[in-house]
């Protein structure tokens, strides 16, 4: 079968630092991506790791270690607007081409 | 500002309709995809499309069927609508790598009652 466990809540300070986990058991692994979604919006893409290593994309960052099957997405001088859902999900990749997706957590920023 | 439009924001319908949930992309992409998305269960892969008339099965199209005769298009119908059936659907697209990213529509709510 397939799963990505990731945390359902996770609350911060304005300012601070916050690491969401993934880690993932599934078949023809490609890479993982990052999704936000604001409450009543569209999930919009934040970032793709292909292979090991950190990627940053400004406040955002991810890495994936494939040896472990996990990955994760730091955010960085966290702001009121980061409240959202953070989900992972795993490329399937060519041939399957397509995302399958974690249960999401629900990132919380408090002043 | 590229696009996917999704027809109807709500949705309201009767047990056993035949339900059409239209999605159209002005990106040119090749793949495109219809997710449901559940409380506490995240997004579901239903169907996916990665041509015009192909079309291949995600991981729950159960009760489900697409249809994808032009490029832009991605139809996704219910054939016999059912209560367990309520949810939001979300059409999504993407270049034919995919890897740089799905673009999502602003999702349809669909009752069934």
């Known amino acids: 079968g397939q799963s990505l466990e990731q945390p359902s809540e996770v609350t911060a300070v304005e300012g601070a630092i916050v690491q969401i986990n993934c880690t993932y058991q599934?078949?023809?692994?490609?890479?993982l991506s990052w999704y936000q979604q604001h409450d009543g919006g569209a999930p919009t893409f934040l970032s793709y790791n292909g292979l090991d290593g950190l990627e940053e994309t400004g406040r955002f960052s991810s890495f994936l270690s494939r040896s472990d099957s996990y990955g994760y997405l730091l955010l960085q001088e966290l702001q009121m607007k980061d409240s959202a859902s953070y989900f992972c999900a795993v490329f399937r990749g060519a041939g399957a081409n397509n995302l399958f997706f974690g249960t999401g957590t629900r990132l919380t920023v408090i002043p | 500002d590229v696009k996917v439009t999704q027809s109807s924001r709500y949705l309201v319908k009767r047990t056993g309709e035949k339900v059409f949930l239209e999605c159209v992309q002005d990106?040119?992409?090749?793949?495109m995809f219809w997710y449901r998305q559940d409380p506490g269960l995240g997004l579901r892969l239903i169907y996916f499309?990665?041509?015009?008339?192909?079309?291949e099965k995600g991981d729950i199209p159960e009760g489900y069927s697409v249809s994808r005769e032009k490029k832009e298009r991605f139809s996704l119908i219910l054939e016999s609508a059912s209560t367990n059936q309520t949810s939001m659907y979300l059409c999504a697209s993407s270049l034919r790598g995919g890897s740089n990213g799905y673009t999502f529509g602003s999702g349809t709510r669909l009752t069934v009652v």
């Open positions: 599934t078949s023809g692994f490609y890479g």
């Open positions: 990106m040119d992409h090749e793949n």
């Open positions: 499309s990665y041509d015009v008339k192909m079309k």
